[in-house]
């Protein structure tokens, strides 16, 4: 009778880590076996034995789970960070996409002005909505593809291409900061080129479009609207003027504009004659920390009934249209062409109209761009007080 010999399978014997060293190196090389049997030398970057054999008996764990579908992500992190921190002292830290915009955007609340603030906080939140369980991962995993499917869910959401470039420009300065701080090798923000668009520039108003506004604007929206022609300030700042702003003895308005908060530069501009008048008629406020225009004071720019909105319905009630006089791309948002904006044009438009000088007319404004205002001199307050008085009275 015969007997079938039992079937015995190979054992191949796996060899233990051990160090070796190289001739001229003053590193030890970690010698282990790779998953696929072979045996591989890599160098520790240590100079003494033991740490040397504590960091190669980690890569050897490390190894043998990989090889056995056993090793994640976190493991893989935990590895490298006991690694660091058995050399240095110091653990390696780790940061999910989550956790690093948001400690990111954590150290914008305290050196960027609370409007900016509140819009990178809207664009991070967002980003980390649309990657879903992507956003759990390692901050490294974030892809080109991730920012390129992002940008166009905002395409998709009816966005100018200028709004995507603008908001991705934000998740790549998050990004950036992470690759400075060795968290990634590179940013994936820099592997697409920005969306071409048409820049669209406010028009600004005619003295007779201003007067129409005048006349269709109630409440504080009148004198609202005639510091903005007059002073050519932005509509937040108009809005939250304070009456210890005003001095009416020696004829100016002085502000510090939020846009320059983080600068402390302040602006002074001398009273229009007409926006004085205005002013005389409005005083009597005891209060000095009371705002001009408390209706308007507090409120957002944005929003179905913000500010912008209220004084859209103040255009169209003065017949004066605002839409683009060609029409948006199809599926995007259109962008009207008037705005509150439009005043701070109208301000310096008609200055440069009657030959005031550019530095003049940003020491006006409040530019602090050279792009904006090329030069930027000292000038005597009679220069100033002229240059506002060519503006018509309304």
């Known amino acids: 009778m015969l007997l079938t010999p039992l079937y015995v399978p190979t054992i191949v014997p796996t060899q233990m880590a051990s160090l070796t060293r190289k001739e001229r190196s003053p590193y030890w090389y970690c010698c282990f076996t790779r998953p696929d049997g072979t045996r591989t030398k890599v160098s520790t970057k240590q100079t003494n034995r033991n740490d040397a054999m504590a960091v190669c008996l980690e890569w050897e764990q490390a190894v043998t789970k990989a090889g056995h579908g056993a090793l994640t992500e976190t493991q893989a992190q935990k590895v490298v960070s006991d690694i660091v921190e058995r ?3 110091q653990p390696l830290v780790f940061h999910t996409v989550t956790e690093w915009m948001r400690f990111w955007l954590k150290g914008k609340q305290q050196t960027r002005a609370s409007s900016t603030y509140e819009r990178y906080h809207q664009i991070v939140e967002q980003f980390i909505e649309f990657l879903g369980n992507r956003a ?40 950036n900061a992470a690759k400075r701080q060795g968290l990634i090798t590179y940013n994936p923000v820099e592997a697409l080129d920005p969306l071409p668009h048409e820049a669209i520039t406010k ?24 510091a903005g022609y007059y002073t050519g300030q932005r509509l937040r700042d108009v809005a939250n003027i304070r ?24 602006v ?27 209706s308007l004071a507090g409120k957002p720019t944005g929003g179905a009934h913000g500010l912008s ?25 259109s962008v009207s062409q008037f705005s509150f904006h439009s005043l701070r044009h109208s301000f310096n438009s008609t200055m440069a109209n009657n ?11 409040g530019h602090s761009s050279e792009e904006m205002n090329k030069v930027y001199t000292h000038h005597e307050w009679k220069v100033l007080r002229t240059a506002v008085e060519h503006l018509p009275k309304v």
């Not at 995993?141 to 390129?148: A, G, Q, V």
């Not at 003295?207 to 269709?216: A, G, I, P, R, Y």
């Open 87 to 89: 050399v240095s002292g």
């Open 309 to 333: 909105m209220a004084f859209s319905r103040i255009m169209a009630a003065a017949g004066i249209d605002a839409r683009m006089k060609k029409p948006p791309v199809e599926g995007r948002r």
């Open 203 to 226: 028009k600004p108003f005619t003295h007779e479009q201003v007067s129409d506004l005048l006349q269709k604007a109630t409440g504080d929206w009148r004198g609202a609207i005639l």
């Open 268 to 294: 002074i501009i001398p009273l229009h004659p007409r926006l004085e008048e205005e002013f005389l008629e409005m005083a009597g406020q005891d209060d000095p920390d009371a705002f001009l225009f408390p």
């Open 136 to 175: 759990s991962l390692g901050v490294a995993h974030i892809t080109p593809s991730d920012i390129m499917d992002y940008r166009g869910s905002l395409e998709g959401k009816g966005l100018s291409p200028k709004t995507c470039n603008l908001t991705v420009k934000i998740i790549g300065a998050a990004l």
């Open 355 to 365: 030959g005031v000088p550019t530095e003049v007319r940003q020491l006006l404004t």
């Open 243 to 266: 009456w210890s702003a005003i001095d009416l003895t020696q004829k100016q308005l002085s502000l510090m504009p939020q846009k320059t908060k983080r600068s402390k530069k302040w």
